[in-house]
Structures are given as structure tokens and as C-alpha cells.
């Protein structure tokens, strides 16, 4: 390598000296009232040096600025990394483009307070994961009316307006969501618009709602509104048609959780339920029995649950109006719907309000599910 550099040096000189041998010829130069003779040599390598000193001049300060943010940004990740939070906020703090990092250093350090004077989208976004919503929503919405097309102001008003029940609203900054989102969370986002669209259908109880959210994409909760419609119809025999169909999708544990304050709906699917038992989930098809009072069943399926739920059951099935009070106090301690994150949830909803991630509560009924 030290070879191959050096030739290039002696064959730089030597073009160097080949460029002064063929041009020593003396040219007039007259700069205003100056004028005198100079080899043209010399003339040009004049003119390169001025227009290397311009762009000096000119790109200078940009990179002075740039190796000051190089450098902050350098030292405070290497502090992030170690874990001095402090010591990289004192790093971050001092260029505004590394704001989101500095978000990031004061939030491990719950410093809310000082994150209401940032003004980067990603500080509204760490006061969303605080649960300030009034302190995010103000700035989100004020990200938006100079960069309408922000994706972390239109999530975090998504999310917002649907944890203050503004289910239509949400749905409306959805939508926008999905035409600008990146094409690796295309169906992430899909799915998540499947959902508040079968979520929006329990207000407005709108047919083409619920059609377009299964349409959309299939999920337990598109599902269970899609079936509902279809009975709100009285097209009973297409619903349970697609009760039936939920089966291969794997989706009936789930779907008959959110049926199981519905006991009209229950009982016109009884038929379907009862054939086929062995495809539900023991502790499901007890909650499913002790709701619609069919308690002969409900006993046959003792043996194969968790103890609490035998207790529950036994209790439901008491003559004893005490007992059958003990046990639905019981049963409002059941939160069968657990997050990612840990937290469990007495109903199911699309966005967890504790992690705000979408679409990832799953069905666990196990004795681990009770929530006191």
C-alpha cells in the first residue's frame, strides 16, 4: 500500500512539473490599475488557490457546525450507552437537532417539566408515553399546521382521540396514517384501521362499517362486529356461516370472549358451539354455560379447569343468592386479555392503554388472568 501511495505522490510531481515546463510562457495580467507579466503557470495555479479559499470560506463554518454536532452526538450516545443520562443530556442540549436523543435522556430521568420546552415532534411523543395527552395533543397539533404530513403527530393524535372515546376522529387521522406510512408497517397499520373501523361499528352500528373493517383485515374483533351485523340483518345464517368459518382461522376462543355479555348472540350460536366443543377452549365454554344458565354442562366441565374457575362456577351454580353474589364479584376480577407489555384488560381493546402499541392483546385464560 505505502508503494502504490508513493508512486501516485512522484506521479503527481511529475505531472506538476510537465504542467510548469509547458506552460513558463509569460502572459500579461491586469487586475485595475496593476498590470505586469507572470507565467501562466503561475497565473492558473493562482486561480485555483482563490477558488479553493472561496469554498473554504463558504463551506467552513458548515463544517466547523457539523464536527460540533459530530462531536455532541459522539460523546452524549457513548453516555446514553454507559448509562449517565445527565451527562448525555449535557451533550444533547446543545445543538436543537438532537432534540429526539435529548427526549430520550430526559425521560429516563422523568424530567417532564423541561421536555413542555422542546418543540421536536419526538418530545410530544415521550409526553404521550408519559400520559400527558392535553401537553402532547397541544403540540402534535402544532407540528401539523407547519408539516401536515408528520407521521408521529398524526399517531399520536390517533392514539389520543382514542383514548378520549373520539373513535370517528381516530379513524379519521388513521386514514392519513396509512397513506404516508413506510411499507414495512403497511399491514401493521392496516390492521390497526380494521380495528377501530369494528370499534367505530358499535356507535354507529353502520353495516358498510363493519363489512369494510372484516373486509379490511381479519381479526377476532372484525369478526365478532362482522357477525353481530350480519345478525342486527337478521341474516342469521350467513353469521353463523361465519362463526363457522372463524374456526379455521383459529379465532373462536376469542371471538366468543367478546360475545360473552352478548347472550342473544350466544344462544343463536349455540348450535355451532355445541358441535364443536372440542375446537373451544374448556374454561371459555364454562363462561359460555354459566352466562346463558345452562349449568348441567357447565358441571360436566369441572374437572378440566383451573380451581378458581371451578370455584366461580360452583358459586354461579349455588341456590344461595349470597354465593351467586360472591360470585360475580369473582368474575369482574377476571381480565382474560393480556398485552405485550404485561398489563391484562377486563375487555379488549385495539390499543393498549398503558404501552399504546396496537393489536397486541391476546386472549390468556389461565388462572394467572385474575386482577385484583
Request: hydrophobic share 45%.
Amino acid at each position: 500500500m505505502r508503494v502504490i501511495k508513493l508512486f501516485l505522490v512522484l506521479l503527481l510531481i511529475g505531472f506538476f512539473l510537465l504542467f510548469v515546463a509547458q506552460n513558463s510562457t509569460l502572459v500579461e495580467v491586469s487586475f485595475f490599475n496593476y498590470r505586469g507579466y507572470t507565467p501562466v503557470f503561475v497565473l492558473v495555479l493562482i486561480s485555483l488557490l482563490v477558488g479553493f479559499l472561496i469554498a473554504s470560506l463558504y463551506f467552513l463554518p458548515r463544517e466547523i457546525r457539523l464536527k460540533r454536532i459530530l462531536d455532541n452526538l459522539i460523546e452524549g450516545t457513548k453516555k446514553l450507552n454507559g448509562g449517565f443520562f445527565l451527562k448525555a443530556q449535557q451533550h444533547f442540549q446543545k445543538d436543537s437537532s438532537l432534540e429526539p436523543l435529548l427526549c430520550l435522556s430526559l425521560y429516563e430521568r422523568e424530567e417532564a417539566n423541561k421536555l413542555l420546552d422542546l418543540k421536536s415532534p419526538f418530545s410530544a411523543h415521550i409526553l404521550l408515553k408519559l400520559h400527558l395527552w392535553e401537553q402532547a395533543e397541544e403540540r402534535f397539533k402544532r407540528v401539523l399546521e407547519t408539516d401536515p404530513e408528520n407521521l408521529l403527530s398524526l399517531k399520536g393524535l390517533r392514539d389520543i382521540s382514542y383514548l378520549k372515546g373520539e373513535i370517528a376522529k381516530s379513524v379519521e387521522y388513521q386514514e392519513r396514517v396509512l397513506k404516508l406510512c413506510e411499507k414495512w408497517e403497511k399491514e401493521n397499520q392496516r390492521k390497526a384501521m380494521a380495528e377501530l373501523l369494528a370499534d367505530l361499528w358499535k356507535t354507529n352500528k353502520e353495516v358498510a362499517i363493519a363489512e369494510k373493517a372484516f373486509e379490511l383485515y381479519k381479526t377476532p374483533l372484525t369478526y365478532s362486529a362482522r357477525i353481530s351485523s350480519l345478525f342486527d340483518q337478521e341474516k342469521e345464517k350467513d353469521a353463523i356461516r361465519l362463526f363457522e368459518k372463524s374456526f379455521e382461522d383459529t379465532f373462536q376462543n376469542a371471538i366468543l370472549m367478546l360475545f360473552l355479555r352478548e347472550e342473544t348472540i350466544l344462544t343463536k350460536l349455540m348450535e355451532v358451539i355445541q358441535r364443536k366443543e372440542q375446537q373451544i377452549d374448556k374454561v371459555v365454554l364454562l363462561m359460555i354455560y354459566l352466562r346463558l344458565g345452562l349449568f348441567s354442562k357447565a358441571k360436566s366441565l369441572l374437572d378440566e379447569v383451573p380451581n378458581y374457575y371451578k370455584c366461580l362456577a360452583t358459586l354461579f351454580m349455588s341456590h344461595r343468592e349470597e354465593d351467586r353474589a360472591c360470585a360475580e364479584s369473582l368474575e369482574e376480577l377476571i381480565h382474560p386479555w393480556k398485552c405485550v407489555c404485561g398489563a391484562r384488560y377486563k375487555e379488549y381493546t385495539p390499543l393498549c392503554p398503558n404501552c399504546l402499541k396496537w393489536n397486541k392483546l391476546e386472549l390468556k385464560i389461565k388462572e394467572g388472568n385474575i386482577h385484583v
